[in-house]
């Protein structure tokens, strides 16, 4: 098992702030994953990165992998209420191992 | 309906009871999925199908049992559960077998509690 810290754990944050949410690994991924769960849903793929180094944006979030292809930060600008929800990593071993973090729970309070 | 759909959505039972879990995708996916997830631990991947195949039983113990009639259901029967059991136990689906190499569609989850 190859282990994905994400940090923090929890994140209480106002509407309009900026945040930065890690994962990190002592393994080598071939490509790594972000998922949003929401409460009483299962985790949505938000996106995939691939090379080291890539920076990918879907509206106000930020993914960035990093350039050894160990850890990846999500950033989220004027984060919004709709944004509240579980932020899992997942990192892909070849085809057939995918490994999740523990996850951030983030709350933004109107 | 669409996506993958799980029943039911909550389920209280006793340790000497058998109850079984539903998955279905409408997805045409040809590999499924059962994790379970835990407060405070990453999800676990429970047992793979590929093309109704079981590839894949990540040492779960053998109160848990998987069947998978056909590429578009998925079941899990539960059976002399412990306490320790109770989770979220989600179902997902991707479009090929290879769960690093696709893209995984999650259901909502059945959330088991075993008193």
């Known amino acids: 098992t190859q282990l994905l810290e994400q940090s923090p754990q929890f994140l209480s944050i106002q509407e309009g702030e900026n945040l930065t949410v890690y994962c990190n690994s002592s393994s080598v991924f071939s490509s790594l994953q972000w998922y949003r769960q929401e409460p009483g849903e299962g985790p949505v793929l938000l996106v995939t990165?691939?090379?080291?180094?890539e920076v990918k944006k879907l509206k106000r979030l930020t993914f960035q992998f990093g350039d050894a292809r160990k850890d990846s930060s999500l950033h989220i600008t004027a984060a919004q209420p709709g944004d509240t929800g579980l932020y899992l990593c997942a990192g892909a071993s070849g085809a057939n191992n995918l490994f999740f973090g523990t996850g951030t729970r983030l709350t933004v309070i109107p | 309906e669409t996506g993958v759909t799980q029943t039911p959505r909550h389920l209280v039972m006793g340790m000497t009871n058998k109850k079984s879990l539903k998955c279905e995708q409408h997805?045409?996916?040809?590999?499924m999925y059962w994790y379970k997830q835990s407060a405070k631990k990453p999800l676990e991947l429970m047992f793979v199908y590929n093309f109704k195949e079981q590839t894949e039983n990540n040492s779960v113990p053998s109160r848990f049992s998987p069947e998978c009639p056909n590429s578009s259901h998925l079941f899990l029967h539960l059976h002399t559960l412990q306490p320790e059991d109770s989770a979220l136990y989600l179902c997902?689906?991707?479009?090929?077998?290879?769960?690093?190499?696709?893209?995984?569609?999650f259901g909502a989850g059945s959330r088991l509690t075993v008193l």
């Open positions: 997902a689906s991707s479009q090929e077998p290879g769960i690093g190499a696709n893209v995984l569609t």
């Open positions: 990165v691939v090379t080291g180094g």
């Open positions: 997805l045409g996916h040809n590999a």
